[in-house]
């Protein structure tokens, strides 16, 4: 499916990803997550209660903006083994019968794929945004929540078809600059969304 042809829908299914994993994190973030993420020149300064939403927000962003960088590699890339447009779902399906119905799993098999290739490994390097996968259970598998499985949504969209300016919209909607001025200012940086951001030339 063309993105750029059916740009608002995309853009529509994406926002609601983002919304639905905010809602599936909320109030999981730990003590030791705020220790690690947040950046220590502002300790005492900003609430608990709003470096924890900092956190899911930011968190939320980066699976989001993660999933548009694996599919933006494995579409324009025929030397990677694509897992998430709908070959690789498919195939997924047919060779993992004990975890077919698993799109947790599938999404971190796809993160470890591209971690081990040279040039762009350091964009899936893990950090403490990937350690709330197992909240997304509810929104990526659709043996519990068919209508919402994110993965299956967006599996036919032809990540090829998105022109620059298209991702750049895409992204400004998923990640608008008043989200960026806080959560680049009070958290720790998230590789896949600075490696994305950095190769559209978002600041």
Request: with cysteine; hydrophobic share 35%; charged share 30%.
């Amino acid at each position: 499916m063309d993105i750029s042809a059916n740009k608002d829908k995309f853009i529509e299914i994406l926002i609601n990803f983002k919304g639905d994993i905010l809602k599936s994190i909320r109030g999981a973030i730990t003590g030791s997550a705020e220790e690690t993420l947040f950046l220590n020149e502002y300790r005492g300064k900003v609430s608990k209660d709003k470096i924890k939403g900092y956190i899911e927000l930011k968190t939320a962003v980066h699976i989001v903006l993660k999933y548009i960088l694996i599919r933006l590699i494995e579409d324009t890339n025929h030397k990677i083994n694509s897992k998430l447009n709908a070959e690789g779902i498919s195939k997924w399906r047919e060779m993992s019968k004990n975890f077919r119905n698993d799109y947790v799993k599938l999404f971190q098999f796809a993160c470890d794929d591209l971690r081990r290739e040279k040039g762009i490994g350091k964009a899936f390097a893990e950090t403490a945004y990937d350690d709330y996968y197992s909240r997304l259970k509810s929104i990526f598998n659709p043996s519990q929540n068919r209508e919402k499985n994110y993965l299956e949504l967006l599996k036919d969209y032809d990540f090829k078809t998105m022109n620059p300016n298209t991702a750049i919209t895409v992204v400004e909607k998923i990640y608008p600059s008043e989200e960026r001025e806080n959560l680049q200012k009070y958290l720790l940086p998230s590789p896949a969304i600075d490696f994305l951001l950095n190769n559209l030339g978002i600041r």
